[in-house]
């Protein structure tokens, strides 16, 4: 018979003492716990001591937290959280050096703690550890366990980081502006930097004051990564933060400082592999660069603005350049209204109310202005290529050059603020000062070339446009490292190449509509189904890691789940880093029952998607979320590394409860197999040679047994 639901069998240690085994009641408060394990080794003052974990981040069991303690937990009786926050305050205040380090070190450890950080912190311990910095006479370990303690006491939100002190800062930005220091405490000191920035309004500035952008920038020119990573997130955050008017300054002086260059030569083509926190840092930066457009992006054209007009008559004079202005105002007006429509604009007589809608309004006619100025040969060609045309196929070079703008603003989400968990940075996107104008050059050529592939004419305008945001969107998902990577990707992804894929893609919802082909279809489908069931319970088996997303994201702390091989079980666990290959159950603290499980919850009805963070929970961190909840009224929360996993992890434990998996993944993986062993039946049945007489009984072909490469 199973011991009831409020009975929890733990092992509890003490130094120098056997292990106490219990039978833990959470019904029963937790200071008699306490007070009946300190009895059985004879311990007196039971309310000096407190129960933490004995494994992984060994925090302090409360009575709120109580109820994540599992069958077989290992726990350790140890001083209480008040006592040892007393202790280690009076240690560090101490004259003996060596106990001073002791006692930091210990403090930085326990200060991951929000228990022990409360304690702390009431005890004005946080005041103690910011003197410490401003007098100036730590340094090497003792300074690195210092700032650690400060940073992880902060990050619990308890203090507010406005009351933090103008000495206190300067100090901080001293380290980071030092030729000279040690990495640790050069990395604590940008983390802390950082945390202020993204914490405060008032600290942006003083923060902005002390910390030179060259010196930052100088920190991205050493071989450490996590240094550059820091580094990079703290020049994002001075970005995040600034004021709309001093943002342009900002980009001109990151500019000046050749920042992109050296992000390129010294982090992305570097000599190790970019890790998922530097990818991310490098996407909000490139998402903070193409923010700097939006300004422009809503900026509606004055049709009455002379300075504005002049853009346009510069785009007519480039184009149409050995043409001489004739006498008289209506044949003037009446020529530039024939050039105007050579142009492609969709306003003849006033192409200026083209750019009155936003988006993507000025930005538009700026890039525009830029093929024509830069790449003029190219501009010219399109231009007067189409203008020449009289078959009705010619491709409007100003409308298509508007709305090609547009698009390619919805396809790199300027505006956007930046996704928390995102890594979606494109390498190619910093190999060159103006990336954003030469991006728009090479895809006003595809849409150009794309128009007449399909020898389209204005009645196709939405159509072609539809291609070549396909085209576009392939080719930046593979990833391409250079603008002339880029081309070369969208020479491969010509009209015809993308009706192949196309069909290619949908041949398993098109093919086989005939009745005897959809009755086979569906004694298939049963079969295949079980097959990605299975498939889906063996990743559960082999497990996946999971980032835990916090304040300060850089710490890279890392957690593990996987289902037990009998699927009854789900084993979970802290990791100190990203695993390599499989996690032994051994290393895994934490497991719910399975039949303990009553539902998933994905999205927004997950309840760590309720919560706020500093950066935008928007529509693809709800994509990738989901939570399992289980008795009694608990959850574990995932925020799926990618879309795949995420498909994988959702169908899983549906399947493990019995409920139908209707994730767009096994859809497709559905709608795949049953047309490839439909073919396989298919083809059998076409190499059946039947004898003139007499005619034996058709054998039906017995089911392909395939495997399925889902990775």
Known sequence: MPPPADIVKVAIEWPGANAQLIEMDQKKPLSSIIREVCDGWSLSGSEQFALRYADGPQLYITEQSRGDIKNGTILRLAISPARAARQLLERIQSHGIDARLEALKELA?????????????????????????????????????????????????????DLISLSFIKQIAGYVNQPM??????????????????????????????????????????????????????????????????????????????????????????????????????????????????????????????????????????????????????????????????????????PAMDFTQTPPGMLALDNMLYLARVHQDTYIRI?????????????????????????????????????????????????????????????????????????????????????????????????????????????????????????????????????????????????????????????????????????????????FCRLSLNHKVLHYGDLEESPQGEVPFELLSDKIPVSDIKSVLTGKDCPHMKEKSALKQNKEVLELAFSVLYDPDETLNFVAPNKYEYCIWTDGLCALLGREMGSDLTRSDLDTLISMEMKLRLLDLENITIPEAPPPVPKEPSSYNFSYNYS
């Open 383 to 559: 231009v007067l290529e189409n203008s020449s045309r009289e078959d009705k196929h010619e491709c409007p070079f100003g409308r298509c050059a508007i709305e090609l703008t547009r698009m390619l603003c919805e396809i790199l989400q300027v505006g956007e603020l930046p996704n928390e968990g995102c890594n979606d940075y494109h390498p190619m996107f910093f190999t060159h000062d103006r990336a954003w104008e030469e991006f728009f050059c090479v895809c006003i050529q595809l849409l150009n070339k794309t128009w007449k592939e399909m020898r389209a004419t204005a009645e196709d305008f939405n159509k072609v446009m539809q291609v070549v945001r396909e085209q576009i969107t392939r080719a930046l998902a593979m990833k391409p490292s250079s603008i002339d990577q880029l081309k070369n990707k969208l020479r491969g992804l010509s009209y015809s190449e993308i009706l192949r894929l196309r069909q290619s893609e949908r041949m398993s919802q098109d093919d086989f509509q005939s009745p005897p082909i959809i009755e086979l279809r569906e004694r298939i489908q049963p079969e295949i189904l079980e097959l990605i069931k299975q498939q889906r319970l063996n990743r559960l088996c082999e497990g996946s890691c999971f980032r835990k997303l916090g304040n300060r994201r850089r710490q890279e702390k890392f957690w």
């Open 109 to 161: 450890k326990l200060s991951a703690d929000p228990t022990f950080a409360a304690e702390f912190i009431n005890m004005e311990g946080i005041g103690t550890l910011a003197r410490l910095v401003e007098s100036g006479t730590h340094f090497g370990e003792m300074l690195a366990f210092t700032l650690t303690a400060f940073l992880e006491l902060m990050d619990h939100g308890i203090v507010s980081w």
């Open 181 to 350: 220091v040690d990495v640790s405490i050069l990395q604590r000191s940008l983390a802390i930097l950082e945390s202020m920035v993204l914490n405060s309004h008032s600290l942006y500035h003083r923060v902005a004051q002390e910390i030179t952008v060259g010196q930052l920038i100088g920190h991205l020119q050493v071989s450490n990564q996590e240094i550059q990573t820091y580094a990079i997130a703290l020049i994002n955050a001075l970005f995040l933060k600034a004021p709309e008017d001093r943002r342009q300054e900002m980009a001109s002086t990151l500019a000046q400082k050749h920042l992109r260059s050296i992000i390129l030569n010294h982090v992305i083509r570097g000599n190790r592999p970019i890790k998922a926190e530097m990818a991310h840092q490098l996407y909000v930066l490139q998402v903070l660069t193409f923010n700097l457009l939006e300004e422009r992006m809503m900026t509606k054209m004055d049709p009455n603005d002379q300075a504005q007009r002049d853009i346009i008559f510069e785009l007519r004079r480039i184009a149409f350049d050995g043409d001489t202005d004739p006498t008289g105002t209506e044949k003037r007006k009446a020529m530039y209204t024939k050039d105007y429509k050579m142009l492609g604009f969709t306003n003849h007589l006033n």
